[in-house]
């Protein structure tokens, strides 16, 4: 009889999958998604077509954001289902890791590195260099959330931002920068993205703890500033459509407000 451990297997490695699917997406074509564009739309003409078609680009942003958006989905659902079935163990641990690792390390750090590269032309720069360090950042925090998993310290409060949270921040800034691409607002997704490339590294790799979005009704007072961090999110959506002309901006703005939430109101102990 074949395991029931494969479902949430299976959707783990979809979580990677899919990940690979978006470095492809950004190391592939003259603009990010380019590929996705005519493979999956039909539309092969437009390979030969010069220039591209106006808004070929921001279709090709958002064909890459929704592979993206299904991989976390599936990071989100395997865990479920390990528990709903009852397989859940260390190697849906590590395997689940190994994908986060692509989809929140490796995927963003490329798609930072092409989002940069077209802003600032062909070649080497130090900002792609730095879009290293989301990578690196990644596999560190992941080991470290093993180590711990194995030591059996897991809970709903955890050390440093959870690698996938990268992972969307990186989308949406990806999807903010593709929907204002060449206009003044533009600069809002870039400094954005510098953002990205040195402070999400450095929560990341962060020993400060913070509470996380799962354990509701558990503790009231926690209960209360996730709140407050729900309340907000229509709000900033709200306010970057009206200021900014784009509501994918409000992503990685909400992420950043977690960020400072989940820091600031986390009661900190030192680790002797």
């Not at 030969?48 to 993206?68: C, H, I, N």
């Not at 020993?207 to 509701?216: S, T």
Request: hydrophobic share 55%.
């Amino acid at each position: 009889m074949i395991s029931r451990s494969w479902i949430p297997n299976a959707l783990t490695l979809g979580n990677l999958l899919g990940g690979v699917v978006v470095c492809w997406a950004a190391a592939s074509g003259s603009f990010l998604g380019e590929a996705l564009v005519a493979d999956w739309t039909g539309q092969m003409v437009l390979w030969m077509q010069e220039p591209w078609p106006a808004g070929a680009e921001a279709r090709g942003v958002q064909m890459v954001a929704l592979v993206w958006a299904l991989a976390m989905l599936c990071d989100v659902l395997d865990g479920w289902a390990a528990r709903m079935l009852g397989v859940a163990g260390p190697m849906g641990v590590q395997l689940d890791s190994l994908a986060d690792v692509v989809t929140g390390g490796v995927a963003p750090a490329m798609v930072a590195m092409r989002l940069f590269q077209d802003h600032a032309g062909v070649g080497m720069t130090w900002e792609m260099l730095a879009c290293l360090g989301v990578a690196a950042a990644a596999a560190y925090r992941l080991a470290r959330f093993n180590v711990a998993a194995e030591s059996g310290k897991g809970g709903t409060h955890f050390e440093g931002l959870p690698a996938p949270a990268a992972g969307v921040f990186w989308m949406g800034v990806m999807l903010a920068w593709g929907e204002l691409k060449g206009g003044f607002d533009a600069l809002m997704a870039v400094g954005l993205a510098w953002i990205g490339i040195v402070v999400v590294p450095l929560a990341m790799v962060s020993r400060r703890k913070m509470w996380g979005l799962k354990g509701w009704g558990k503790e009231p007072g926690v209960d209360r500033w996730r709140f407050v961090l729900v309340g907000a999110i229509p709000v900033v959506g709200a306010g970057t459509w009206f200021g900014w002309g784009s509501v994918f901006l409000a992503v990685p703005l909400c992420l950043l407000l977690y960020l400072g939430l989940a820091m600031a109101t986390t009661p900190q102990k030192q680790t002797p």
